[in-house]
T-cell receptor, first 113, second 117 residues
Framework: KNQVEQSPQSLIILEGKNCTLQ??????????LRWYKQDTGRGPVSLTI?????NTKSNGRYTATLDADTKQSSLHITASQLSDSASYIC????????????FGGGTRLMVKP | GAVVSQHPSWVICKSGTSVKIECRSL??????MFWYRQFPKQSLMLMAT?????????EQGVEKDKFLINHASLTLSTLTVTSAHPEDSSFYIC?????????????FGPGTRLTVT
């Protein structure tokens, strides 16, 4: 069964600090891995998308890594800001008919002043 | 980036009535759109896949006669919650798929908050 597991479920950090969110998946066949940011009451917004051959991708203060061998990904947030408070969702795309996405449960991040 | 809109952004309706939610891809054509439901502090749950010009494919446990989906054009899909009940209160999010050559990108709408009283 295709699954995406994220950790931690929730995280509280102080403004200006860095943090790293984890994602493990068992989706097969694998096509791509995405990180989305979802503000409360809003739809998810894409941060990064990585295909099989990519190990890292950055988007401003967000840096995602992918290890396709161990089926792990991480999202590193540098110099956190209050506006980073949101849920971060790891989503894995399958390389099969329909190209369906499997969603992780998300990590709820709260950045405090 | 591509934009997906939803209308309305929030709606309150009485139990037993029907509610229609629209999802539009504003600057690209989407042959496939998806409808998700999200309960508080939970991740998105796929309800159905909507393909332009054909019947929607529903996930297990989702009643197709209760959640009517119409994908009438390449830029519009609608979800109608029929005979709504309080347990249907949720955050409904649509998503539209765009072919980017390397694969498919999926853009999400801002969501519709449905409250059934």
């Amino acid at each position: 069964k295709n699954q995406v597991e994220q950790s931690p479920q929730s995280l509280i950090i102080l403004e200006g600090k860095n943090c790293t969110l984890q994602c493990n998946y068992t989706v097969s066949p694998f096509s791509n891995l995405r990180w989305y940011k979802q503000d409360t009451g809003r739809g998810p917004v894409s941060l990064t998308i990585m295909t099989f051959s990519e190990n890292t991708k950055s988007n401003g203060r967000y840096t995602a890594t992918l290890d396709a061998d161990t089926k792990q990904s991480s999202l590193h947030i540098t110099a956190s800001q209050l506006s980073d408070s949101a849920s971060y969702i790891c989503v894995v795309g399958g390389n099969n008919a329909g190209n369906m996405l499997t969603f992780g449960g998300g990590t709820r991040l709260m950045v405090k002043p | 980036g591509a934009v997906v809109s939803q209308h309305p952004s929030w709606v309150i309706c009485k139990s037993g009535t029907s509610v229609k939610i629209e999802c539009r891809s504003l600057d690209f054509q989407a042959t496939t759109m998806f409808w998700y439901r999200q309960f508080p502090k939970q991740s998105l749950m796929l309800m159905a896949t909507s393909n332009e010009g054909s019947k929607a494919t529903y996930e297990q446990g989702v009643e197709k006669d209760k959640f009517l989906i119409n994908h009438a054009s390449l830029t519009l899909s609608t979800l109608t919650v029929t005979s709504a009940h309080p347990e249907d209160s949720s955050f409904y999010i649509c998503s539209a798929r765009a072919n980017r050559g390397w694969g498919y990108e999926q853009y999400f709408g801002p969501g519709t908050r449905l409250t059934v009283t």
